[in-house]
C-alpha cells in the first residue's frame, strides 16, 4: 500500500483534522467501544455523516514527526494511476472556520460569491464552489 505525508497544519484546523481522521478510522473498524471514544464534535461532523463518507476518505495510518514538522500518513489513493481523477471535497456549508476572525469570514464570502456556485443534486443547498482541471 502507497502512502503520503500531508503536513498536520497547526491549531485548531490539524486538529479537527486529524480527528475526522480519527473518527473515520474509527467507523471503519466497527469498534463497539469507538462509539463512546469517539469524538465527533471535535471534527464538525457527526457519526452518520462520518458512516456516509468513509468509503471515499483515504485510509489514515496515524501521524509521524520528521524534524519540526508533525504529519499525517494517509494512503496515496492515487497511486497505480496515470492520470488519476480527483476531487477535493469540503463538507459544510460555508467556506470559513467557526472560529475565524471577522475579517478572514468577510474575505471568504466575498471569494465565495465570486466562484461558480452551482446547485449539485437534488438539494439546491448543496453547491459546487469551485472546480480546476488538471489536463494532461
Not at 472556520?97 to 466562484?115: E, G, H, I, M, V
Request: net charge negative.
Amino acid at each position: 500500500m502507497h502512502q503520503q505525508m500531508r503536513v498536520l497544519q497547526d491549531g485548531e484546523r490539524g486538529k479537527r483534522e486529524l480527528k475526522f481522521y480519527q473518527l473515520i478510522e474509527s467507523i471503519r473498524s466497527e469498534d463497539p467501544n469507538g462509539a463512546e471514544n469517539r469524538e465527533a464534535d471535535a471534527c464538525g461532523i457527526s457519526d452518520n455523516t462520518a458512516a456516509l463518507v468513509a468509503n471515499w476518505v483515504p485510509r489514515s495510518y496515524g501521524i509521524q514527526q520528521v524534524s519540526d514538522a508533525t504529519y499525517l500518513m494517509l494512503e496515496d489513493a492515487a497511486a497505480g494511476y496515470q492520470l488519476p481523477c480527483v476531487m477535493d471535497i469540503k463538507i459544510g456549508f460555508q467556506t470559513w472556520y467557526p472560529w475565524a476572525n471577522d475579517s478572514s469570514k468577510q474575505k471568504y464570502r466575498y471569494t465565495s460569491w465570486q466562484l461558480i456556485m452551482a446547485p449539485v443534486g437534488a438539494n439546491s443547498l448543496q453547491k459546487l464552489a469551485a472546480i480546476q482541471l488538471l489536463l494532461p
